[in-house]
Every structure is written in structure tokens, then in C-alpha cells.
């Protein structure tokens, strides 16, 4: 019998990014077998050539790729994705990420193994900054040492038991939630959405702590050896505008969903000093101490910031790269 995948990609305005990612999916589906698979690309507000381009790839793919439309916001999009989709696997996607070859076989396996795990992320690495200035390439494994070395962070609390399907002793003390850019859940019903007035925007943090609270631990799997690839930060106001965001997010879940308060102490990350002096390669040592003040920079921007800052404004596709 076939096991059943439906890949939902959430675009908007991704001309650019769109193509590559539509590649490298039909790359790696191709590499599975016994499996019925079909893409559905939901353009959610495109004032750019996103549907057409996506459209015109669907007439020449080996796999069905089709566009659906929803209101504009990445949660609207995948409520649509939602609707739309078969039984089976489901699994998210940005639209301005690379996958690798064996990505997506390794999280669809990964769910195959046990009816306890709900939900599979693959580790978002960042691809390589081949045209970046020089001031960009000092700033990039400073901006961008969790996406090159996962390891760098820890749980702050003994998290084991979140981990009964670790391969390393590294993840047996990483993060318990997972990652928005590629993930994969078992079927439609596992997939929940914050209620209407709250604010939250993300499409993993809300889900990770459902999940988390309402399911065994154990639930949530992240492959860190399944890599999705997407543009590294290169300026600090990107860093710190995508951190806002995230920050926010977790604040206003928090806010709304009291039953959630225990979570943050499992949730809670800290610097794996163990492994900026013992495992970063010697060149990083420094962006690791580097890195430990700027999570501490991180905070102080956001208490300062986080009365004034508005959830349209921030989550406003247009202002991501402009918010300060």
C-alpha cells in the first residue's frame, strides 16, 4: 500500500525563490518509492508572477503541482493548504528554502517509525553567502552560528525523556519544539490554529506548544542530519527583526494560552559553553563568546521594543526587511 504525502507551500511574492524550491522538492520526491505525492502551492495575496510561474512549472513537472489561492498571511494559507489536502502525510513548506535530496524521505521514514511521533522538522542550515561583501562575510557565522552549528544551544531543564528517538547525545539535550520552514504532520487533525484576536502569526511556535501539551513527549522530532537551506541573516537589524517576531509570538502565546506557562522551562534555551570550547572549530571560538552577547543585545532590544512593537506592522511581508 502507498503511503500518502501532500506537500503544502505557502507563497507569497516569491518570483524570485519559488523555482528553486519547486526543483529541489521533485528532486527529492523523485528519490522515494512506494509513495502517492502531490504539491499544492497556495498564493496567498501574490501582486508578482508567482502563480503564473508556478503554474507554467505544473505543465512540465513529473508530479502534480497545483495553485490554490487564500487570503494573504501564511496561516490563512495553510488553513487552505488544510482543506484542500488528502489523507495521509502533510508537510509544510517555505517557499524560499532548498531542501536536500534526501530530506523529505528521511521526515516522511521518520514518521513511519513510530504512531507516537506527531509531527518531523528538518534543520534550517543556512545556504552559503557566495555574494556577500566583505562586512556581510564578518558578520555571517556571527549572525548565523545556530543555522551552521545546531549545537551551539542547549535546553535549559533535562529534556530526555522529549527525546526517546535521539541517534545523538547532542539532541538528547536539544530544543523540544520545532521548525516552520519544513515540517511534517501525521494527518490534518494534528495541525491546530491559535483562535482569531490573539496575534499569534507563527506557523511553528503555537503548534509546537500544543503539541507539546497535549500530546506525549516524544511527539516532536527534529532531523538535524535532514537539512532545509535558506538565505542567511547578513545585517544585525535582519537578525534582530527576525527575533522580534519570534519573541512576540512566544510573549502573546503565553498571554493567551495560560495552560501553557509550564512549557517555559522546557522551552528554555542557554549556550552550550561545553561545545564553543570544546567542539567549535578554532576560527569560531570567537563568534561563539560573540554570539553569547548578542542574545544578551537580543533581549534588551526586544524588552525595549516589545510595548511598541505592532503585529500587523512586524509580520507585514514588505516591512521584514525594513523594520527596526
Not at 519547486?22 to 497556495?42: D, T
Not at 534543520?123 to 561583501?133: E, I, L
Not at 563568546?289 to 537580543?298: A, D, G, N, P, R
Amino acid at each position: 500500500m502507498k503511503r500518502k504525502v501532500t506537500i503544502g507551500i505557502a507563497a507569497y511574492n516569491e518570483e524570485n525563490n519559488i523555482l528553486s524550491t519547486l526543483k529541489s522538492v521533485e528532486s527529492s520526491l523523485l528519490k522515494i518509492n512506494n509513495l502517492s505525492h502531490y504539491i499544492l502551492v497556495c498564493v496567498n495575496g501574490c501582486t508578482d508572477k508567482t502563480k503564473e510561474i508556478v503554474e507554467r512549472y505544473a505543465k512540465k513537472s513529473k508530479i502534480h503541482v497545483r495553485v490554490i489561492e487564500s487570503k494573504r498571511g501564511k496561516l490563512k494559507a495553510h488553513k487552505k493548504i488544510i482543506e484542500e489536502s488528502k489523507d495521509g502525510y502533510i508537510l509544510f513548506l517555505d517557499a524560499d528554502v532548498v531542501v536536500s535530496t534526501d530530506t523529505l524521505k528521511k521526515l516522511i521514514n521518520e514518521l513511519d517509525k513510530s504512531p507516537l511521533i506527531q509531527v518531523v522538522s528538518a534543520y534550517p542550515y543556512t545556504k552559503d553567502p557566495k555574494n556577500a561583501k566583505l562586512y556581510q562575510r564578518i558578520l555571517y557565522p556571527l549572525l548565523n552560528l545556530k543555522r551552521i552549528y545546531p549545537q551551539i544551544e542547549i535546553a535549559r531543564e533535562d529534556v530526555k525523556k522529549y527525546h526517546p528517538f535521539a541517534s545523538s547525545s547532542y539532541e538528547l539535550k536539544s530544543r523540544v519544539y520545532f521548525h516552520g520552514r519544513c515540517f511534517i504532520i501525521r494527518n490534518k487533525k494534528v495541525y491546530r490554529f491559535p483562535k482569531q484576536g490573539t496575534g499569534i502569526r507563527g506557523d511553528d511556535t503555537y503548534l509546537s506548544f500544543y503539541i507539546l501539551k497535549n500530546y506525549a513527549p516524544g511527539a516532536i522530532r527534529v532531523l538535524f542530519d535532514a537539512p532545509v537551506y535558506s538565505d542567511p541573516n547578513l545585517s544585525l537589524r535582519g537578525y534582530l527583526r527576525e527575533w522580534l517576531r519570534i519573541r512576540k509570538d512566544v510573549e502573546l502565546i503565553y498571554q493567551n494560552y495560560r495552560s501553557f506557562e509550564p512549557l517555559r522551562k522546557i522551552t528554555s534555551m542557554k549556550l552550550n559553553w561545553r561545545f564553543v570550547l570544546m567542539g567549535l572549530p578554532f576560527r569560531f571560538k570567537l563568534y561563539g563568546l560573540l554570539y553569547y552577547f548578542l542574545k544578551k543585545f537580543e533581549t534588551i532590544a526586544y524588552n525595549l521594543k516589545r510595548k511598541s512593537i505592532l503585529i500587523d506592522d512586524i509580520w507585514q511581508y514588505e516591512n521584514k526587511n525594513s523594520y527596526t
